[in-house]
């Protein structure tokens, strides 16, 4: 039986993110995907959020995936768009670029750091006990691993092997997408009539001075929304035919689908991101509509606040219960990703009164305060932990300061791509009592003059010291004085070395 010390159940945006932090980590970890290759046929999600962008950077990998994407303002709610190009981020935008991409894009990043993914194959058990659990194969073998986490999708296998409730609430709209080619050329854009909203783009396109440029022929992205809810098996290329007869008056002869598919806005949350040696992660844990555009985002940041954690606990640095705060921080970002999508779609009704509420709402997002505060939910710029009372940074991310240091300016991104966790000294230089922490935690003594900005809440004070985890979210605030910090570094980086 091959062992690890983590098996990876899908090797999708978040188990391939997962991967990859666990990699840094000097993790040994395996993926198990079903898919004969890392190939996916079709676009799936289209795009980076600011956040998931920002979290990329703090890896170094950022610049592969903006090579290749286009940079848009993207972030949006019930269909109002939402500039976020003053927010202080050094990436204020969102990237246009389809799954497929990214997922290519992370598969060569993890493949770099030598992890095995085996694909042809999945999960079709598991057992667990104190020690680890024993992974059963569809291809008759098994695996041993110290941990195995669940990023195998909506349908989770994982999930429902482990008996993790996954309550919520029931489609109301159903929508089928597909990528085809069509004899003739579409009307694209967006259409909405009494039974709901309908789209048609072309797939390959790029953004000339801020708008999107077609060109004739290509493949064509089309989702339409169904009549009705409940619609079982496979849909084919006769019912998307049908639909768009219904909805446009033709078929515009579309041939040559790469995918067709269906999605509805069913909204269900795990009860439990973990259980026992078992933990969950992206639409494993969580599915909603894809307005909006979060559900990657969401998975991708899941796998960021997990992987360090589930780092130390299996190198022994830190004990086990340190992965409840895992379930603790996430459960409550993807809670609130349902309700806005939740939301979305009910401003996204065609009747005249949600027409009306719509309008009211754009008119109420088009001014400065609340366009902020939503952009930055949207965005995912806004995560808040919490991590209890203290300075506005506490529990938020760590904005990219250029830092003055003794080896010249320094990004703190850049100190943040070995996936270690830094205590930044701002005041004067000097030990801040890190050193029983010192194979853990890097101490770096620099100067910033500029001020201190968070999305959406504006300037803050400037603070003297900071603990920034590996997920760049800041763990403590303090000055030379020391208070709270070596109960910070335990909780979060395990108790100090003995001397």
């Not at 500039?83 to 990043?109: M, V």
């Not at 895992?326 to 065609?350: F, I, K, N, S």
């Not at 100190?415 to 830094?422: E, I, S």
Request: glycine fraction near 12%; charged fraction near 20%; aromatic fraction near 6%.
């Amino acid at each position: 039986m091959t062992e690890h010390e983590v098996v990876i159940a899908g090797g999708g945006p978040t188990g391939l993110m997962l991967a990859g932090e666990l990699a840094l980590a000097g993790v040994d970890v395996a993926v198990v995907e079903r898919r004969a290759t890392q190939d996916l046929p079709g676009s799936r999600a289209g795009g980076l959020h600011a956040r998931t962008i920002e979290v990329l950077d703090q890896r170094g990998i950022a610049d592969r995936f903006l090579a290749e994407g286009q940079v848009a303002q993207v972030a949006g709610f019930a269909s109002v768009r939402l500039d976020i190009s003053d927010f202080p981020t050094r990436h204020p935008y969102g990237l246009g670029l389809w799954q497929n991409h990214i997922e290519r894009i992370l598969a060569g990043w993890v493949g770099e750091l030598g992890v095995p993914i085996q694909y042809d194959v999945e999960v079709i058990g598991f057992t667990q006990d104190e020690t680890g659990v024993d992974v059963a194969l569809s291809d008759g073998r098994s695996l041993r691993a110290g941990f195995l986490v669940g990023c195998d999708g909506g349908r989770s296998l994982i999930r429902k092997a482990a008996a993790i409730e996954f309550p919520g609430w029931e489609a109301t709209t159903s929508s089928l997408i597909a990528q085809v080619e069509m004899a003739d050329e579409p009307e694209l854009g967006i259409r909405r009539d009494a039974s709901g909203t309908h789209a048609l783009g072309k797939v390959e396109y790029e953004i000339r001075d801020g708008e999107v440029a077609y060109q004739k022929g290509g493949v064509v992205g089309v989702m339409l929304t169904e009549k009705s809810v409940g619609a079982t098996g496979e849909p084919t290329l006769g019912d998307l035919r049908e639909r768009l007869i219904a909805v446009y008056g033709t078929d515009y002869g579309i041939h040559s689908p790469t995918w067709i598919s269906r999605f509805t806005d069913a909204t269900r949350q795990a009860v439990a991101y973990r259980k026992g040696r078992v933990l969950l992660a992206g639409d494993a844990a969580h599915i909603h509509s894809p307005v909006g555009g979060q559900g990657l985002n969401t998975g991708v940041q899941d796998a960021v606040n997990l992987g360090w954690k589930l780092a130390q606990v299996v190198h022994g640095s830190a004990p086990e219960r340190l992965l409840d705060s895992y379930h603790a921080e996430r459960h409550p970002v993807a809670a609130r990703v349902l309700r806005t999508t939740m939301a979305q779609v009910a401003l996204m009704r065609v009747d005249d009164r949600t027409e009306a509420l719509r309008e009211s709402v754009s008119e109420l997002l088009s001014m400065d305060e609340p366009r902020k505060r939503f952009a930055a939910m949207m965005s995912g710029l806004d995560i808040h932990y919490d991590l209890g009372e203290g300075h506005p940074l506490l529990g938020r991310r760590m904005p990219d300061l250029d830092l003055v240091t003794a080896d010249g300016t320094l990004r703190v991104f850049n100190l943040l791509h070995g996936g270690r966790p830094v205590l930044l000294n701002l005041a004067e230089p000097g030990p801040l009592g890190t050193t029983p922490w010192a194979d853990r935690v890097r101490a770096i003594d620099a100067n910033y003059g500029g001020a201190w900005e968070l999305p959406a809440l504006g300037t803050v004070p400037a603070p003297a010291a900071v603990l920034i985890r590996p997920d760049g979210y800041v763990a403590w605030v303090g000055d030379r004085a020391q208070l709270g910090l070596a109960d910070a570094l335990t909780t979060w980086f395990g108790p100090p070395t003995k001397a």
